[in-house]
């Protein structure tokens, strides 16, 4: 099974590009997010798209999106972030703009952030995590203690519903592409009937068109998903192997944060996971379900940020 085909779902993008999406030539430009930035650079041969918000000199937040998301899922938390704080946050392996990786392990993907902090001079970080950034933020941790100072979980757990993960493994497997962006938008209105107008315009940000005119995810979960069939579904556990342990011996401080409608991550499963790690605090997002950072911004950013003001980050 493929780790990271659980952990999340495509991010329902309903904030557009800031600017026209066209330069003066007529060229599409890459989506610049509103009071940020958007850039490419080579860690060790491999490319990495990337937001930033904030001073360089700034207290750092790497924010780690969730499976089959990008980094635009947190322009509103760069965006409130970035008069405090330099906020980065890249899309993961295999996800957005940045190159694929080979082995797709939550070790695998964790171990691409330490040379990616060196690139940018960070020697110790908060981290942000949803779904899959999540798990890897716990990974991340876990096995370099001395570069974070802080975590913020975002509706995961060492524990998860398997009802809510497998309505995610069916999203991402049903469909290979679409004829438009306005059918994907249709087909996320589908999956997410609680969040408000899905504009097609949006979608660029998680998808690509190919040749062919048709437009696919920007992520590699749906074909992996279709190769492996029903293998998948019986095998999503094997996703979360060790993570409890690591998370039991974390000695930073975590804010674990739960949707109050998830399916994904229970109220039981939140307060497991904040009962093993030994500095934990729980808190919930209201009105959201398992993509709180998207489902609701204003409260997600708003505890993100008191927790940082606890940490004296």
């Known amino acids: 099974m493929n780790p990271d085909a659980v952990a999340g779902a495509p991010e329902a993008a309903g904030a557009g590009a800031s600017g026209d999406d066209l330069d003066a030539s007529g060229v599409p430009r890459h989506d610049v997010p509103a009071g940020g930035r958007s850039g490419f650079t080579l860690v060790q041969g491999r490319q990495v798209h990337y937001l930033q918000w904030g001073r360089s000199s700034a207290p750092p937040v790497l924010c780690l999106h969730g499976g089959g998301q990008t980094a635009y899922m947190y322009e509103e938390l760069g965006g409130a972030l970035a008069p405090s704080h330099h906020v980065l946050a890249p899309d993961l392996p295999s996800h957005g703009d940045s190159d694929s990786l080979a082995g797709m392990a939550r070790t695998d993907i964790a171990a691409t952030l330490p040379p990616l902090l060196g690139h940018f001079g960070l020697e110790r970080v908060a981290v942000v995590g949803a779904s899959l950034g ?180």
């Open 134 to 313: 999540g798990i890897v933020a716990i990974t991340l941790a876990a096995a370099q203690p001395g570069l974070v100072a802080g975590i913020v979980l975002i509706d995961v757990g060492h524990r998860l519903e398997e009802e809510g993960v497998l309505r995610i493994i069916d999203f991402m497997s049903r469909q290979d592409s679409f004829a438009s962006l306005d059918e994907a938008a249709a087909a996320i209105a589908a999956y997410l009937p609680h969040r408000k107008e899905i504009r097609a315009s949006s979608l660029t940000r998680n998808l690509r068109q190919r040749p062919d005119g048709r437009w696919q995810w920007k992520h590699s979960y749906g074909r992996r998903l279709r190769e492996q069939g029903d293998e998948t579904a019986g095998d999503w556990r094997g996703v979360l192997a060790g993570l409890g342990e690591d998370a039991a011996g974390l000695r930073c401080p975590v804010l674990v944060l739960r949707g109050s409608a998830s399916d994904v991550l229970s109220d039981e499963g939140a307060e497991e996971v904040a009962a093993l790690i030994p500095d934990a605090r729980l808190a919930t997002v209201v009105n959201a379900g398992h993509l709180a950072a998207g489902d609701n911004p204003e409260s997600t950013v708003g505890l993100v940020v008191s927790f940082l003001a606890e940490l004296g980050w």
